[in-house]
């Protein structure tokens, strides 16, 4: 079987001294079901992407097949006139159950659900360099999901913790609850209420009075001789 590395690990060893990361911004999230997120946007000098561009995308390609088939859905793309002489990859990847994330990034222990308490709490735990992240000259991370019960990061929101430059990440949080994305929300209310306003369409034109030819009043007509 061949050794599971994120595609972010490929650029550093695959690339080592020919791109380089300026900087890496990487959130993950993690959500109801053990439903996990990993977004990262990598700056990059555009000169080096139009010189390595193949290579590039040829590392990508093949992490894409292998994270597919441990169960992992990978994307990437790359974005261009961002800022005056650099451009972005986008490398998006979700997954289900934390094992599998663990699995994905080489390291067992990073998400860990614990059931010993009264609710499920979720540890997280994350080395930079054991995990091969470390990939920027500046590297921010984020971790949102369930409420932050404590971390050595900096407490965002009651449910997001970031980390800047970090070397070893730690956090503890409430496991997240299944929530329905806003989205979601917002369509279903749109399509409910077009399916009222149908409904009483129809209702006044069923209601509306018709009149047969036979009930029009009579129009006389006086003849002259």
Not at 34 to 62: C, D, G, M
Not at 92 to 108: C, H, K, Q, S, V
Not at 159 to 173: D, E, G, L, Q
Request: hydrophobic share 45%.
């Amino acid at each position: 079987m061949r050794k599971i590395l994120p595609v972010v690990l490929l650029l550093v060893f695959g690339l080592t001294g020919c791109l380089t990361v300026v900087s890496s911004e990487s959130n993950l999230e993690l959500s109801g079901n053990e439903h996990w997120r990993f977004k990262t946007t990598l700056t990059v000098p555009e000169f080096e992407v139009l010189t390595y561009s193949s290579a590039i995308s040829e590392q990508f390609n093949n992490q894409v097949a292998i994270a597919e088939n441990i169960g992992v859905n990978l994307k990437w793309k790359l974005i261009e006139g961002e800022s005056d002489g650099y451009v972005n990859y986008i490398i998006d990847a979700r997954g289900n159950g934390f094992d599998l994330w663990n699995t994905w990034i080489n390291m067992p222990d990073s998400l860990k659900l614990l059931e010993d308490a009264e609710e499920p709490v979720i540890d997280f735990s994350l080395d930079l360099f054991s995990s091969g992240l470390n990939f920027g000259l500046t590297n921010t991370f984020v971790l949102s999901g369930g409420k932050v019960l404590d971390s050595n990061g900096t407490t965002m929101n009651s449910n997001s913790v970031k980390w800047v430059n970090p070397v070893t990440m730690y956090a503890r949080m409430e496991y997240p609850t299944f929530a329905v994305p806003l989205w979601v929300l917002i369509t279903g209310g749109a399509v409910l209420l077009l399916v009222v306003l149908i409904l009483i369409i129809l209702a006044a034109q069923k209601n509306k009075p018709r009149y047969s030819r036979a009930n029009q009043p009579m129009n006389y007509q006086r003849n002259y001789p």
